[in-house]
């Protein structure tokens, strides 16, 4: 299962033609204490890009982009009563949502592990 | 953190070594939080005891027998009727009424302590300076330090006795682990506790005098914020500014009964008027329903989704478990248990509106 990374500080999991997205161990710390994930609705089409949700810290909103196009096929919903899990497992039970990819050639265009971690330095 | 610019508090080589996170804040570089973390520090102030660097807000002492007549004539609190060792909380208004600061005045015994705000303080200076001329000390080589929480009055009363017959909003000049310091029952989180001004070159050890008890941790300006607003406290340039008077901000109880009759600040005219006849709107608590903060700015609308208002504070209380916000709405929204809306990206999220503080405070009075 080939893992990427945006510049946005997010991972997306491929497994088949479904990757499952999630923010990294480098954004839980920027954000700092997760009290709030808005998540995208289920069978909502998203363009690479796209606003997809938000992930709300006690200071401050940042948004969640997709990272490739698709149409989201589930969200984690124990993020709703349990954001923390963002904190503390974010590249594992801490996932936002799974999405089934419409470009698999999008993938080509993010970055693999050894080139985010060149990006967080 | 390489800003020039930017000034430095005397415990910033403390933040560092304790590994917080710096921010540019008011023209200084202060911690925003440290490895607890915002709601960590938050929970553990209300808990136990949390100490905070403040020394980014302006000190200063008046003195001379005119010196309450005088700043009577820049505020509306009554200042003139305090006595010595007590402290009042007023704000600097505008020919307009509208609100330049808020501050703490204390009555020293033989002069005024005045604590304004690190945004405001070269304006606030220089407005108390033409009134005060050389009376007016500008205490620069102070630092000021916050212990607060419900263990504030053990930890504190260890290294000077005298602190724990503080009352709340009362002072007094003591020697806290041998530094002569003047110490106020008093802070901005809604729990008892102190604020601490200290010669600053023995700040940094005093601080960390304070931090080698266990119950003490070490808190940054996120956990201020989100405290006040637990508190229901306001936050100058956001909650209040020039455009928001007094009355309007629901702190018509910060001016006392002798000064609503007679006047004598600036833009008495309207304060008074609004006393006796309301205001077009008000500062209120709203309380979002669901998990979903409203941040500063956001849209308020009644029933039929008319716009009646906006957020001035809004965030994730931690110890409300819950979002809270303040803001100002029309008069006839403002109610205790109104039910609004909040336009959160787009959607009408259900809020009502609530009494503040949204938590008990620990004031001992």
């Known amino acids: ?121 | 953190m390489t800003d020039a610019t930017l000034k430095s508090t005397p415990l910033n080589a403390l933040h560092r070594d304790l590994g917080a996170k710096m921010v540019p804040f008011a023209g200084y570089d202060m911690p925003v939080q440290f490895p607890l973390g915002v709601l960590g520090e938050h929970k553990h102030t209300r808990a136990k005891a949390g100490l905070f660097d403040v020394s980014h807000m302006g000190q200063v002492r008046v003195d001379g027998d005119r010196a309450a007549r005088m700043l009577e004539t820049l505020v509306p609190g009554d200042i003139a009727g305090l006595t010595a060792g007590r402290m009042r909380y007023t704000q600097f208004t505008d020919a307009d009424g509208g609100i330049l600061d808020d501050l703490m005045v204390t009555h020293g015994g033989d002069h005024l302590f005045v604590v304004v705000n690190a945004a405001c303080k070269g304006q606030d200076i220089a407005l108390m300076r033409e009134a005060f001329g050389d009376t007016l000390t500008e205490l620069a080589d102070r630092a000021l330090l916050a212990l607060q929480g419900p263990m504030a009055v053990d930890v504190l009363a260890a290294l000077a006795p005298q602190a724990a017959d503080l009352t709340f909003m009362t002072g007094a000049a003591m020697d806290v682990a041998g530094q002569p310091c003047f110490v106020t029952r008093s802070g901005y989180t809604g729990e008892d506790g102190y604020e601490i001004s200290v010669p600053a070159d023995g700040a940094d050890a005093l601080a960390r005098k304070l931090l080698e008890h266990a119950d003490v941790e070490a808190i940054g300006l996120g956990a201020r914020d989100s405290l006040r607003l637990e508190a229901g406290l306001c936050l100058y340039g956001h909650d209040i500014d020039t455009t928001t008077s007094p009355v309007e901000a629901a702190l018509t109880w910060s001016i006392g009964k002798r000064r609503r009759e007679e006047g004598g600040f600036p833009g008495a005219a309207r304060i008074q008027k609004e006393i006796a006849e309301g205001t077009t709107r008000k500062r209120v608590g709203l309380r979002p329903e669901g998990r979903a903060p409203a941040r500063e700015g956001t849209e308020i609308v009644d029933a039929d989704g008319t716009p009646v208002g906006r957020v001035t504070s809004g965030g994730f209380g931690p110890s409300v478990e819950g979002p809270v916000a303040m803001g100002y709405v029309a008069r006839d929204h403002a109610a205790i248990g109104t039910s609004l809306s909040l336009m959160v990206r787009g959607k009408p999220l259900p809020a009502t509106v609530v009494k503040m503080p949204f938590v008990t405070p620990g004031y001992k009075r």
């Open chain 1, 1 to 121: 299962m080939a893992v990427k990374y945006t510049e946005d500080h997010e991972w997306v999991a491929v497994d088949g033609d479904v990757g499952t997205v999630g923010i990294t161990e480098h954004a839980q710390e920027q954000l700092g204490d997760i009290v709030f994930v808005e998540l995208p609705d289920v069978g909502k089409a998203v363009v690479k890009g796209d606003e997809a949700g938000v992930v709300e810290s006690v200071k401050a909103a940042s948004e969640i982009y997709a990272p490739v196009s698709g149409e989201i096929v589930a969200v984690n919903e124990a993020l709703a009563d349990a954001p923390g899990t963002a904190n503390t497992d974010p590249t594992g039970t801490g996932w936002f949502f799974k999405i089934k990819l419409s470009d698999m050639g999008e993938l080509d265009g993010l970055m693999d592990e050894a080139a985010y971690k060149d990006l967080i330095g």
